[in-house]
């Protein structure tokens, strides 16, 4: 045990000693700033459990004060979410095992199981929650604590729906935007194809008590494709548009006002027949589609959302001397501090994420070291990365999101 890893088990253990004295004495006894310093400290499955001291205590968790405080003391220490997806052939479900990673430090978060995927689908990581599942019902979870809920059925015809989790923070409220598909045969440069179109356009506000899905009024169809990335608010994804779909184009949903949109197309040139070699994310605040080149090295088609003329402006970085550590991996997204990050698709006893900041060009990697027995170590099994994940402390909780229980 290292001499950081030791001090932080004393904190924790002395802080949890501490709350064994405040439960047996008296609250007057103990200054409010005090004991709110203490819970500020522990781990987000600690303060969880400690909503049920009292009524007293649990209002205080609860307030939107706390909560702000305890979100903007983790930022501090930035992680990532990694995510290791066991199939289960026997039992027809998945075991997703979530784990932190820091710049020194792997930890085990939880373990959720869902049923098996119909088709291959993207999981969207949003301020805390994760979405899982293909089908018709939609699974949501807070890894940090392992809850999770699923949504009530999507009322449709459709076999197939495509689902994006995004969060609003002027109004405090996570929403699911959900694409009901139907599927078209396409002759396209002498090849036929099979795309998923739109026919129906649903969002589902989570956090809100016997609330049923609402129609979007966009009647256009057209075909997703990739991830999404949620900024301030608004969710962008990529789809295939146009009467012959053959314009790939950028998709713009607004959580408050729940206004979806074709955004801008995107370029001639965009190197549409490598698709799904890219990731949409974050970079700097903007839009980007991100991919690895040939040559070692990443490209980037960068958009900025809040100009008065949408355009992608391409970036080209050169990775010198990663050669050896570049195989195998995929972008998955940017740090706070907009490095690339790059990780592989499937585990293995030497997982390591790697950080690439293109403005230094400099390169740095941590390990992800699974300790126990777990079986998705001795198969192959599904990997992916995360960023942005704090000691966030949404939970879910039966049919609603909240922050440590019930929103006030």
């Known amino acids: ?14 802080n949890s000693q501490s709350l064994e004295i405040l439960k047996e004495k008296n609250f007057n006894d103990v200054p409010l700033d005090v004991a ?6 522990l781990p987000v499955k600690s303060v969880a459990r400690f909503l049920l001291l009292s009524k007293f205590w649990a209002e205080i968790i609860r307030s939107r004060h706390f909560i702000t405080s305890f979100q903007v003391r983790s930022s501090l220490q930035p ?13 027809n479900c998945e075991d997703w095992y979530f784990f932190s990673l820091s710049s020194s430090t792997t930890s ?3 373990r959720v199981t ?4 119909d088709y291959v689908h993207y999981s969207h990581y949003v301020n805390g929650l994760i979405s899982l599942g293909s089908g018709l019902e939609k699974v949501i979870t807070n890894p940090s604590t392992g809850k999770s809920t699923v949504l009530g059925r999507v009322q449709t015809n459709s076999k197939v729906a495509k689902c994006f989790l995004g969060y609003d923070p002027v109004n405090d409220e996570y929403k699911l935007l959900v694409l009901c598909m139907k599927e078209k045969m396409q002759r396209h440069d002498g090849r036929t194809r099979i795309l998923q179109l739109s026919s129906q356009h649903q969002v589902f506000p989570l956090g809100v008590k016997k609330k049923p899905w609402r129609m979007i009024d966009y009647t256009t169809p057209h075909g997703p494709v990739l991830n999404s990335v949620c900024i301030d608010g608004v969710l962008y994804y990529v789809a295939f548009t146009g009467e012959d779909l053959s314009q790939l184009s950028l998709m713009r949903f607004d959580l408050g006002s729940e206004k979806l949109d074709l955004f801008t197309s995107l370029p001639a040139d965009f190197p549409a027949a490598f698709l799904h070699g890219f990731t949409l994310m974050r970079y700097k605040g903007k839009v980007a589609l991100a991919t690895k080149t040939l040559f070692i090295g990443i490209e980037v088609w960068v958009l900025d959302q809040q100009a008065e003329i949408h355009g992608c402006l391409k970036k080209s970085f050169s ?10 991996l995929f972008i998955t997204g940017t740090t ?5 990050i790059l990780a592989p698709r499937f585990y293995s006893n030497r997982f390591y994420v790697i950080y690439y900041n293109p403005d230094t060009e400099s390169l740095r990697k941590t390990k992800v070291e699974v300790h126990g027995g777990y079986d998705f170590k001795h198969r192959e099994t599904k990997a ?8 966030d402390c949404s939970v879910v909780v039966g049919d609603t999101v909240s922050c440590f229980g019930n929103k006030d």
């Not at 990775?319 to 195998?328: A, M, P, R, T």
């Not at 706070?336 to 690339?340: A, L, V």
């Not at 992916?384 to 000691?391: K, T, Y």
């Open 1 to 14: 045990m290292t001499t950081s890893q030791f001090k932080k088990s004393k904190l924790i253990e002395n």
């Open 36 to 41: 709110i310093e203490i819970f500020m400290r």
């Open 79 to 91: 992680r990532l979410l990694v995510v290791f997806i066991d199939l289960n052939k026997q039992w």
């Open 108 to 110: 085990s978060l939880s």
């Open 114 to 117: 869902c049923p098996f995927p």
């Open 319 to 328: 990775i010198i001397g990663g050669k050896w550590l570049f195989c195998d």
């Open 336 to 340: 706070h501090t907009s490095e690339f």
């Open 384 to 391: 992916m990365v995360f960023s942005g994940l704090c000691r």
